[in-house]
């Protein structure tokens, strides 16, 4: 799987890949291949007689939020740094929703259960999706109005997030009225879903490839957003899974790989767009996505062993 983004890495750094070819493969991805995927995923594996399949990663997704906010937010105090606010409480709230959960979920699982995993990530980006387009700009861009003003109905309606809703409403629709989509069109959606892990992983070791340095940064807001991303949160997390073993095992594991996750990157394109931290979000995202190839084995690895 990190293989194939270092071959995102290699061709952009050797602009086999242009920056206007990765941002169009990025656009390919997110208006086509992701949306095919979540639609394909919700449609197959939703079953509307069981809400709470979707209302508990929802309930999840929210918790990591306000924990990733909650720490950030005492150790840029502890820690008395210059940096934005906004920014770090970001950086240590949105986690990467996609780019590397769905391949590393899809890499590990069985074809059924990867199928659950890509249903409970979409049931993630349902919350996920609208807070980070809305309160994210605001935090990430420091200007209050900057959600109003900037923000349209296009970004938090966006092609992943209305696959995902778009799914859950079909599916129950047709339950209930007794009807199912066309083996052909279901059977395309599988397909383009197929290339979702390829594209997204290429696309994102292109992004990695564009950030130059981290000096720029304040280091030590650097090294307090990925301690906070990369090793408090996951181990709060890994201990509430130790401590219930309820659930279902593919959910937790999601769950696990979520909160392993270094931070979205969605964020570098709000603050291209928007406005912002440039520099330090670039170097954050540098950091924990190199750290990420020995972190998140880490931590999926002492899942394993502490839960069986």
Avoid at 3 to 25: K, M, N, P, T, W
Avoid at 202 to 226: D, F, N, P, Q, W
Avoid at 266 to 293: K, M, Q
């Amino acid at each position: 799987v990190f293989a194939i983004g270092g071959c995102g890495f290699v061709a952009r750094r050797r602009d086999v890949i242009s920056h206007q070819g990765l941002s169009e493969l990025s656009r390919l991805l997110i208006d086509f291949f992701l949306p095919a995927t979540l639609f394909h995923s919700m449609y197959t594996q939703f079953d509307p007689t069981r809400m709470s399949d979707v209302l508990q990663p929802v309930v999840a997704q929210a918790v990591l939020l306000v924990l990733g906010v909650v720490l950030m937010a005492g150790a840029s105090e502890f820690f008395r740094l210059r940096s934005p606010r906004g920014t770090l409480l970001s950086l240590a709230a949105f986690q990467n929703n996609v780019y590397l959960p769905l391949p590393v979920a899809i890499a590990l699982l069985p074809p059924a259960e990867g199928l659950r995993a890509q249903f409970y990530i979409g049931c993630y980006i349902l919350i996920f999706t609208p807070v980070l387009w809305s309160i994210g700009v605001v935090l990430l861009s420091g200007r209050s109005n900057s959600g109003s003003r900037s923000t349209s109905w296009r970004l938090l309606l966006n092609p992943p997030f209305v696959a995902a809703l778009a799914g859950l409403i079909v599916k129950t629709t047709f339950t209930f009225a007794g009807l199912k989509l066309p083996h052909a069109l279901v059977h395309f959606l599988s397909l383009m879903g197929n290339g979702t892990v390829p594209v997204a992983m290429v696309v994102l070791g292109g992004i990695l490839a564009e950030v130059r340095s981290v000096r720029a940064a304040e280091k030590r807001a650097i090294m307090a957003v990925t301690v906070v991303k990369m090793f408090i949160i996951p181990a709060i997390v890994l201990a509430v899974l130790t401590l219930s073993t309820a659930g279902d095992p593919v959910f937790r594991l999601v769950l696990m790989l979520m909160a392993a996750a270094p931070p979205a990157t969605n964020v570098s394109l709000i603050v291209r767009r928007f406005g912002g931290e440039t520099s330090l979000v670039a170097s954050v995202t540098l950091v924990t996505y190199l750290l990420s190839v020995v972190t998140i084995p880490l931590w999926l690895g002492l899942y394993s062993v502490i839960t069986g």
